[in-house]
Each structure stands twice: as C-alpha cells, then as structure tokens.
C-alpha cells in the first residue's frame, strides 16, 4: 500500500511540474503616442515661431536671434565694453512679462526687483540665458517661444500651458563672484 501511495504520490509530482511558458505581453505598443507627440510639438513650435516672427516684422525694434531659440532688441543698450553675467554672479533685474498679444500678465510691481545668482538658482530657461546677455544698466525685450518658459505646465498661477512670452526685463545690478 505505502509503495503504491508513494508511486501515485511521485507520478502526480512529475505531471504537475511541466516548465512554466513564458509570458506574452496584453498590449504591444509601437511608439506611436510618443511620434505622436513629437508631431504635435514640432506643429505648435511652428505656429509660435511664426506669431513671434509676425510680431518681429511688425515691430519698429530691431530683434536678434539668440543661439538658444529666442529674439531680443534692446530697449536701453549700453555701448562700453563692461562686463556680463557669469556663472555665481549675483543680479538684480526687473520684469514685465506679457502675453505675445501684449497684456501685461505680470508687472513690475507684481514681480518687484529680483535677485538671481547665474546658474545656480530656478529660473526659466529662457531669462535664464536672456540675463547672460545683458550688461548693468541695459533694457531689453524678449519673445521667448513656450518651451523657453513655462513649457507645458505653466506656472500654477496666471501663466497657462504653452503660452509664448515677451518678457522687457532691466538689469539693474551685477555683482560679480
């Protein structure tokens, strides 16, 4: 009896223990959300580019293409070979940020004078390479495209998804490192 309960036993062991198959995934996605995206991207970047270069035709100021994707001219532009930003300065600048429409999103009284240490503090990409560019005492206007400020996300406030600024922004104060 135990020898036929042990063969049972040792059959139904090796029926039961065939290798496990691989598993198949449910859903097999090829990538086309993210090419998807990137198209859409590549559209609104295209529609931006054009309403800033529309405004730039328009515009009695004389704009300048920066390396990093926006357009600048200079309201106030100081002519002596002084120095600009480097990375650890401190400066003290103002902002009006507007909508490429022109109302005023936020003024300088509503930002007040910042301070911002170069390239070691948040600041959007955009004004972050703007400042760079400017000396003490100099005004000038950016057109920033969405993705050199706020991108997608806005800012949780008053600034919405995808939206392309002009931002007239004074440096007032450069303290060197």
Not at 32 to 58: D, F, G, M, T
Not at 78 to 98: C, M, R, W
Not at 124 to 146: H, I, N
């Amino acid at each position: 009896m135990k020898q036929a309960l042990y063969f049972a036993f040792t059959l139904l062991l090796f029926v039961s223990c065939k290798p496990s198959d691989a598993r198949r995934p449910i859903t097999n996605n090829s990538g086309s959300s993210i090419e998807a995206s990137i198209e859409r991207n590549k559209q609104l970047n295209e529609k931006e580019y054009a309403q800033i270069k529309a405004l730039i035709k328009a515009s009695k100021k004389s704009f300048l293409s920066s390396e990093y994707g926006f357009w600048y001219a200079y309201n106030t532009k100081i002519e002596q070979k002084t120095i600009t930003p480097k990375f650890g300065d401190l400066v003290h600048y103002n902002a009006v940020l507007k909508t490429l429409a022109g109302q005023i999103i936020y003024s300088e009284s509503a930002k007040k004078i910042q301070t911002y240490y170069i390239d070691q503090q948040e600041l959007f990409s955009g004004l972050r390479e703007g400042l760079k560019l400017m000396k003490e005492g100099e005004s000038v206007t950016f057109m920033f495209p969405s993705q050199q400020v706020y991108g997608y996300y806005g800012d949780d406030n008053k600034i919405g998804s995808n939206v392309p600024l002009i931002c007239e922004v004074s440096l007032l104060k450069l303290t060197t490192n």
